[in-house]
């Protein structure tokens, strides 16, 4: 069986935000070069996982997230190699590798930290993000929406006012 790691969650995050046709959409970005089969499958599992960003609801990405692992089959298994044992993921299908890997850094990401995952604020944008911050406020996937967005909110409030 092919074996797999948890996706390191700066790699999920380019992923959806590369290949999820919303943030591409509403960032107006071109899908990135691949063979139609590959743009097809990793602009799938991006728009899965972009659902689980915008699902602000706790135990509703939950469900999500175990019934992907219990679709794609991942199981844990020991590994003994060149003499010495590890732990390891497998997936049945090499097809849904990536899909699983995302959904076990997710799960692991979720159980640790439940409301660190989040969508762009700024109109123009809907890349997702994971908030690092001390405070966990973060509501903008970076400097350059969170500048947009003020600045857009300062030009509204003028021209009410005018
Ligand atoms: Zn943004």
């Not at 290949?19 to 107006?28: F, I, L």
């Not at 999500?64 to 049945?92: D, N």
């Not at 947009?148 to 003028?158: D, M």
Request: glycine share 4%; proline share 6%; net charge neutral.
């Amino acid at each position: 069986m092919p074996r797999i790691d948890p996706m390191e969650m700066t790699a999920l995050v380019a992923l959806v935000n590369d290949w999820g046709n919303r943030p591409r959409e509403v960032g107006h970005r071109d899908q990135p070069e691949a063979t139609p089969e590959r743009q097809q499958t990793v602009m799938a599992v991006a728009d899965r996982l972009h659902a689980i960003f915008a699902d602000g609801d706790t135990a509703s990405r939950a469900v999500t997230v175990t019934a992907i692992l219990a679709e794609t089959g991942v199981s844990p298994e020991l590994v003994f190699t060149a003499g010495t044992l590890g732990a390891a993921w497998a997936v049945p299908r090499l097809e849904d590798a990536l899909l699983a890997s995302a959904a076990l850094a997710l799960r692991d990401h979720l159980a640790a930290r439940p409301d660190r995952l989040g969508i762009c604020h700024d109109r123009q944008c809907a890349d997702v993000y994971v908030d690092a911050s001390p405070a966990g406020q973060r509501r903008f996937c970076s400097l350059t929406c969170q500048n947009r967005s003020r600045v857009a909110a300062f030009r509204e409030r003028n021209r009410k006012e005018a």
